[in-house]
């Protein structure tokens, strides 16, 4: 395997049970993401964009296939090991934040490393950086509702890269915001990427949003198609 992969996916296969018949969402899809590049999945809802984002973050496992991180092979992690490697070599970003309510916007950053294992001092201090980093500097101590919706998606952005992790996960990240917020959310992202030469997969709907980014990969019938 190629060592420059931070994710790779081998012939992933995966069904879901409609009664009783089984319903083929994935049928042997293959994808490679270089570290620093930025993916765009695309295809209608319902083609299985987040059940194959799902499987790459180690939140569902595949019916069959492998799956590599970091030129590892976890597809037989058990449940302990998966969750170390979502802590430490994934981060995650949502169409919707869930940032937690009653927390400010650097704690909703510093929690995720607190619970990984650092120190406060040194989670505080990384949060802070990732809160510049984000354009958020004068934010930090806003409640997730003091926010508007661009600003709580740069603090979603910057949560998930709070344990620096090597694969950026995210499922139509800009899909709740307005055009103008979603184009600016969009740059930030390809920004961080490429800065923090972090590997990101990036679901949308948005042909305009996917043509920015490196790559862009179709889900088809259950395989992927470079577009």
Same mark, same amino acid.
């Given at each position: 395997?190629?060592?420059?992969?931070?994710?790779?996916?081998?012939?992933?296969?995966?069904?879901?049970?409609?009664?009783?018949?089984?319903?083929? !969402?994935?049928?042997?899809?293959?994808?490679?993401?270089?570290?620093?590049?930025?993916?765009?999945?695309?295809? =209608?809802?319902?083609?299985?964009?987040?059940?194959?984002?799902?499987?790459?973050?180690?939140?569902?496992?595949?019916?069959?296939?492998?799956?590599?991180?970091?030129?590892?092979?976890?597809?037989?992690?058990?449940?302990?090991?998966?969750?170390?490697? %979502?802590?430490?070599?994934?981060?995650?970003?949502?169409?919707?934040?869930?940032?937690?309510?009653?927390?400010?916007a650097?704690?909703? /950053?510093?929690?995720?490393?607190?619970?990984? +294992?650092?120190?406060?001092? /040194?989670?505080?201090? %990384?949060?802070?950086?990732?809160?510049?980093?984000?354009?958020?500097?004068?934010? !930090?101590?806003?409640?997730?509702?003091?926010?508007s919706? +661009?600003?709580?998606?740069?603090?979603?952005?910057?949560?998930?890269?709070?344990?620096? =992790?090597?694969?950026?996960?995210?499922?139509?990240?800009?899909?709740?915001?307005?055009?103008?917020?979603a184009n600016?959310?969009?740059?930030?992202?390809?920004?961080?990427?490429?800065?923090?030469?972090?590997?990101?997969?990036?679901?949308?709907?948005?042909?305009?949003?996917?043509?920015?980014?490196?790559?862009?990969?179709? /889900?088809k019938?259950g395989?992927?198609i470079?577009?």
């Amino acid at each position: 395997m190629n060592d420059k992969a931070r994710l790779r996916l081998d012939s992933i296969e995966h069904c879901y049970k409609q009664g009783v018949k089984n319903l083929e !969402i994935l049928r042997g899809a293959s994808l490679t993401v270089p570290a620093g590049t930025i993916t765009a999945l695309v295809g =209608p809802s319902g083609t299985g964009k987040s059940t194959l984002l799902h499987i790459a973050g180690l939140l569902e496992r595949p019916n069959g296939g492998s799956i590599y991180i970091n030129g590892e092979d976890c597809t037989n992690c058990n449940d302990h090991e998966r969750t170390l490697r %979502r802590q430490t070599a994934l981060g995650f970003v949502y169409q919707f934040h869930n940032l937690l309510p009653e927390f400010s916007a650097i704690e909703n /950053i510093i929690l995720p490393q607190m619970i990984s +294992g650092k120190e406060k001092a /040194i989670a505080q201090a %990384r949060a802070k950086d990732l809160m510049i980093d984000v354009g958020l500097k004068d934010r !930090i101590l806003h409640l997730p509702s003091e926010l508007s919706g +661009g600003e709580q998606q740069r603090v979603a952005i910057a949560r998930a890269l709070a344990n620096e =992790p090597a694969i950026l996960l995210a499922d139509e990240p800009t899909g709740n915001l307005d055009e103008e917020t979603a184009n600016n959310t969009l740059e930030l992202l390809l920004e961080i990427v490429r800065t923090f030469k972090v590997s990101a997969l990036v679901a949308t709907h948005n042909m305009k949003l996917a043509e920015r980014m490196d790559r862009i990969i179709l /889900i088809k019938e259950g395989l992927l198609i470079d577009v």
